[in-house]
């Protein structure tokens, strides 16, 4: 098995640096908020067209523009201030001290101004200069935070706290455990139901072989009448917590810490799918999603997950692959609720269309990369036994003078 199950014994010499131990999990994240980004600016992707509109009309126009909000104005900058983050983040990593504020601006001015240029051919969106120019401060404050970051110490205290608490190569882990409360605020029809895809796949499947040789082809996902049972949603938030922690025990070796990481994704779990309901229904629903299936599946989750804290690595990945192939088929086996339909339309068509390409895609796909991660670390060598072979080798010379 390659995920060792316990950390190598300590050794006076230092092992070798490997290519992979020291980089930032800010470059892995760097594509994902770049599509998501793309996404939001461009959906719902329909009606491309020419509409008379150059380039230099909106690049010219007076700022600010006839109609705008504040709301407006936050977002755009909180929208590309991440992006600036982990760009600065990443060559600040790379030993660009002084000019990785700057190639981080120019990648998200750059990135903004495309955007901006492509909603001139799609009818239901508007151009606007004042946003490029809002996502360029976005982008440059994000970047900002880098320096101020480690002048503060604190990008040297995560380093040293990731030392403590994860592998060497457990970068992807980490990023998926960081993507995995922002895949929980889009509207799910099960609480921590992430993955229920297949319907919108049939959909589009179908469109694509209509009045084709394949056209009855098709599973029928989207014919699915019966809800869940109470036992089957319980199982479902069961899996729905569960899942997380086995993919933190799997890069975790310390008892103490994955007790930590238990309470930390119960109560994360917990926080984001409340805000999740506030922001779908209104505050006075925050908790409407929590009825007793629910709670007793939470609870059990908590339960079975500190009893697990001390088991070994290679069984944390086993359970979350069976858990994610379990939990995937068991969601897309029962249809939505019409609250979830409502929550959705307001996804889509209310303000907050600018997250709804984040959380959409996030709620899609967290659970399939999960599960390409792992089957990708199962077929890689641990660093610490490349690390070990790199020391026999190096010391190899010696011994035989």
Not at 309 to 330: E, H, K, Q, T, W
């Amino acid at each position: 098995m390659t995920l060792p199950d316990s950390s190598p014994a300590p050794t006076t010499l230092q092992a070798p640096a490997l290519p992979g131990e020291h980089r930032t999990i800010a470059w892995p994240l760097v594509p994902v908020y770049v599509a998501l980004v793309i996404f939001a600016s461009l959906f719902p992707f329909a009606g491309w067209r020419t509409q008379g509109i150059s380039p230099a009309e909106f690049l010219l126009a007076r700022i600010p523009p006839p109609y705008w909000t504040w709301f407006d104005v936050w977002i755009n900058v909180a929208g590309y201030a991440p992006l600036g983050l982990l760009l600065s983040l990443g060559w600040w990593r790379h030993g660009w001290f002084k000019t990785g504020w700057f190639w981080a601006l120019c990648v998200g001015s750059l990135l903004s101004l495309t955007m901006e240029f492509l909603q001139i051919f799609l009818p239901l969106r508007v151009s606007s200069n004042m946003d490029w120019l809002l996502n360029s401060i976005g982008t440059l404050l994000g970047a900002l935070m880098v320096p101020l970051l480690a002048w503060l110490g604190i990008l040297r205290r995560w380093r040293d706290v990731r030392a403590r608490w994860f592998d060497t190569d457990a970068r992807g882990a980490i990023v998926l455990l960081m993507l995995w409360p922002l895949a929980l605020l889009f509207p799910a029809a099960q609480p921590f139901g992430l993955g229920q895809v297949f319907d919108r796949l049939e959909m589009w499947l179908v469109e694509v072989l209509e009045n084709s040789a394949f056209e009855h082809w098709m599973p029928n996902f989207m014919q699915a009448t019966e809800p869940l049972s109470p036992i089957g949603q319980l199982t479902a938030v069961l899996l729905g917590l569960l899942i997380p922690c086995w993919l933190a025990f799997s890069v975790m070796g310390s008892v103490s810490r994955r007790m930590a990481m238990v309470g930390l994704v119960v109560l994360g779990g917990i926080a984001f799918s409340a805000l999740s309901s506030s922001l779908s229904y209104g505050p006075l629903h925050a908790w409407d999603w929590l009825d007793q299936p629910t709670r007793l599946g939470i609870a059990l989750a908590l339960a079975l997950a500190l009893l697990q804290v001390g088991m070994p690595r290679r069984y944390c990945v086993l359970l979350l692959l069976m858990g994610l192939m379990i939990d995937i088929n068991l969601l897309n086996q029962s249809p939505p609720s019409p609250y979830y339909a409502d929550a959705l339309q307001s996804w889509e068509q209310g303000r907050f269309i600018r997250f709804f390409g984040l959380g959409q895609w996030l709620s899609w796909l967290w659970p399939f990369a999960v599960m390409a991660y792992v089957l990708l670390r199962l077929g890689r060598v641990p660093a610490e036994v490349v690390a070990r072979r790199r020391l026999r080798s190096a010391a190899s010379p010696a011994d035989k003078a």
